[in-house]
């Protein structure tokens, strides 16, 4: 079945560092790659997406990687801010969207 | 309206009871999704509708869970006889079809807090 890994431990990273999460699959072939942030209380936010046949997607301070040999995506945070402190969910999908199980990100100043 | 909006935002429930929630989704868009977490867990997903085609059902739990959506627009699920392996947070989302196929993403409204005691 298909299965969706991402680090169930928290990264703890100081104020001013690249935080860099993994998402990891495998028995899966998704069209795309989505990366969500979630607060507590509160629904998933759309980051980034990136497809099948993209390499690297950046948007602000994010960046994502994906490597479809590998079935394996990088998310990158760079100059990381206490604001950025959340659970980031990786998701895959063809038509509907199937969710990792998050890593939680704790920035400290 | 601007956002996914649920309800209620936290229901309580005996055992043994049937519960109803609510989504409304963001006008215009043609796909839903449900999803529930559990704490600490990731996202499951229940069902998709995208417009008048057959609901995807594939990953309800059993047969107490349904779901239907009216008019293209608002979805109900409903659970029956709940138990307490059913307490978490269902989450609904919505999407215009090129989003959900790979163009943007899905959004999320803020869930709804389901107790069984």
């Known amino acids: 079945s298909q299965k969706i890994e991402q680090n169930s431990e928290a990264l703890n990273i100081q104020e001013g560092k690249t935080a860099t999460l993994t998402c990891n699959y495998t028995n899966y072939s998704p069209a795309y790659l989505q990366w969500y942030r979630q607060d507590p209380g509160r629904g998933p936010v759309f980051l980034l997406l990136?497809?099948?046949?993209?390499k690297e997607k950046r948007k602000e301070r994010l960046k994502v990687t994906f490597d479809t040999t590998l079935k394996q995506s990088l998310f990158h945070i760079t100059a990381s801010q206490p604001a950025d402190s959340a659970t980031y969910l990786c998701?895959?999908?063809?038509?509907?969207?199937?969710f990792g199980t998050g890593t939680r990100l704790q920035v400290f100043p | 309206g601007a956002g996914v909006s649920q309800s209620p935002s936290n229901k309580v429930t005996e055992k043994g009871k049937d519960v109803e929630l609510r989504c409304d989704p963001i006008s215009g868009h043609t796909a839903l999704y449900w999803y529930r977490q559990s704490l600490g867990q990731g996202l499951e997903f229940l069902i998709y509708f995208q417009g008048n085609s057959a609901p995807d059902k594939s990953g309800l739990p059993s047969d107490r869970f349904s779901a239907e959506r009216t008019g293209g627009s608002v979805s109900t699920l409903t659970i029956q006889r709940t138990q307490q392996e059913d307490s978490a947070v269902y989450l609904c989302?919505?999407?215009?079809?090129?989003?959900?196929?790979?163009?943007?993403?899905?959004?999320f409204g803020s869930g709804t807090r389901l107790t069984v005691v």
């Open positions: 990136i497809r099948e046949n993209e």
């Open positions: 998701a895959l999908g063809r038509d509907k969207l199937i």
């Open positions: 989302a919505s999407s215009l079809v090129a989003e959900g196929q790979g163009r943007g993403g899905y959004t």
